[in-house]
């Protein structure tokens, strides 16, 4: 469905980009290949996504058909990663982009550190990954000196990208220059969100996922700003213009950062589940039963239809499927609704 509605506004909306909630960097290297340079399809598809995502049959029938698409044209569809260098059970090191934003300051500049400083300030990358960091801040590096260090020098680093954006453009080239802003925004959101690991408050976790969503805001900006209009394929819950929430918690969504900014140039449709493996028929009164009733497989819905209904409360947590929430039919232009999954 994606895949079709994405052909569908290439050829007739003039979109040329796709953005999905995957690896933003990692996808660097996925959108060279779409565009024609080299690499293998597996590879790709086992590097170039997060969250396990490489895995999925739709995400291999969408490179080849951008890959397809793209031969011999002047305007290619770009692919893109949106999300940060992270799971739910760790963060990567900043290390990787605070080098690639080192040597490209260094086309032009002299930057106020070597590489051989970044890597020993960073050290190895197995400090930054301990997945006991997720629930125990005490075991995150969040707070060693070495991390204050670094956040200061990522600073410095993402000023004097700007400073002397004239000659890095001239230099290298505009693609080049914004690569180096998505390194510098990378370096700079890991170590906040590692400073964010390592505090024991009780809004720790909000701030995490505040974070990530408003790091997952800047680079869809920044895609939209070079690419003009561009799909975004994320959970509902990163792309709705409501707050996201968990345990009482809440905090603002990618989507509604991206929305303040953009005001109506941004769109969102959420999705809908009627039934599918390990999902039953939807219980009389909740939003996918109403949704269900109406005419047609496949459907995009106002959220009106919302009022006057039940959250659905049948679904195991961990099968991965968040039902609607009526309490919030403001949080979206539009329904698609999957009738079955099967």
């Known amino acids: 469905m994606r895949n079709a509605a994405l052909r569908y506004l290439v050829e007739h909306a003039g979109f040329r980009s796709v953005a999905l909630e995957s690896d933003a960097p990692a996808g660097l290297a996925v959108d060279a290949w779409v565009r024609g340079g080299p690499g293998d399809l597996d590879d790709l598809l086992a590097t170039g996504f997060s969250h396990g995502f490489g895995a999925y049959a739709a995400n291999r029938e969408l490179l080849v ?193 991206a929305a303040a900014e953009l005001g109506a140039g941004y769109a969102v449709l959420v999705s809908a589940l009627g039934r599918g493996p390990g999902v039953g028929d939807p219980p009389p009164g909740t939003p996918e039963a109403v949704l269900a009733a109406l005419p047609a497989g496949r459907l995009i819905a106002d959220p009106a239809v919302l009022h006057g209904t039940a959250k659905r409360t049948d679904i195991p947590p961990r099968r991965g499927c968040f039902p609607l929430d009526p309490a919030h039919p403001e949080g979206s232009d539009g329904i698609v609704f999957v009738r079955d999954a099967y």
């Open 65 to 257: 058909w951008l890959r397809g698409h793209n031969r011999d044209r002047a305007d290619p569809v770009r692919f893109h990663g949106f999300d940060a260098p992270l799971e739910m059970t760790h963060a990567q090191s900043p290390r990787t982009a605070l080098l690639a934003l080192h040597a490209h300051l260094s086309a032009v500049i002299e930057p106020p550190c070597t590489a051989a400083g970044i890597e020993e300030l960073t050290g190895p990358d197995a400090r930054w990954t301990e997945p006991a960091a997720a629930t125990d801040p005490s075991r995150s590096v969040g707070s060693t000196p070495e991390v204050t260090a670094l956040r200061l020098l990522a600073d410095d680093l993402r000023t004097l990208l700007h400073a002397h954006a004239p000659a890095l453009v001239a230099a290298t080239s505009p693609d080049a220059w914004w690569t180096a802003r998505l390194h510098a925004r990378t370096a700079a959101g890991l170590l906040r969100y590692h400073a964010t690991m390592a505090d024991p408050g009780p809004a720790r976790f909000a701030r995490m996922m505040q974070m990530r969503d408003a790091m997952m805001a800047e680079n869809l900006l920044a895609v939209v700003e070079r690419d003009g209009p561009t799909l975004a394929f994320a959970h509902n819950g990163h792309l709705q213009y409501d707050q996201g929430s968990w345990a009482g918690l809440r905090w603002w969504s990618a989507g509604a950062i």
